[in-house]
């Protein structure tokens, strides 16, 4: 497992909150195939640069799979949005499968649907549910799970 923290302070003057992490990425590779990037945080035009690069370096030659996790993501803004249509389309020049988990919360769901991007994606209910159809059993680290809480 491969644990990454992107922060991201952003300052909103003297009454907002100062020094708090805008967005947290875990990545497990612990399951042959299958990497799992675990996203939490807002997304957006601060953030989507360091999560696009992350994922463009989780789509290479390698193949497979990688399921991006985006169950605790609290805002996902147009600039987040277009990170994940730039992995979805390095990931079909790199023939490699790009999951979405997680999308089910109106953080998220609401922008892929009002973007009409929902459907160009491969959706899951959670990432578990990607890996034990694609990578055999659900064999995620303990410390991938807690990592991402």
């Not at 399951?31 to 945080?41: K, N």
């Not at 497979?64 to 994940?84: F, Q």
């Not at 994606?121 to 991402?148: C, K, M, N, Y």
Request: aromatic residues 0%; charged residues 20%.
């Amino acid at each position: 497992m491969q644990d990454t923290s992107i922060s991201v302070v952003k300052n909103q003057g003297s009454a907002g909150c100062r020094g708090a992490e805008a967005l947290r990425v875990v990545i497990d590779q612990s399951i042959p195939g299958v990497r799992v990037v675990r996203v939490a945080g807002e997304l957006d035009m601060l953030t989507a640069p360091q999560l696009a690069s992350c994922l463009l370096s989780q789509i290479d030659a390698r193949g497979g799979h990688v399921v991006v996790d985006i169950s605790k993501v609290t805002l996902l803004g147009a600039a987040g949005l277009g990170s994940l249509v730039r992995a979805r389309e390095a990931a079909t020049c790199h023939h490699v499968e790009l999951h979405l988990a997680g999308v089910d919360h109106r953080a998220v769901a609401r922008p892929l649907e009002i973007t009409e991007l929902r459907p160009t994606f491969s959706i899951h209910p959670s990432a578990e549910s990607i890996i034990a159809r694609v990578g055999g059993p659900v064999q995620l680290t303990d410390s991938a799970a807690a990592e991402a809480s």
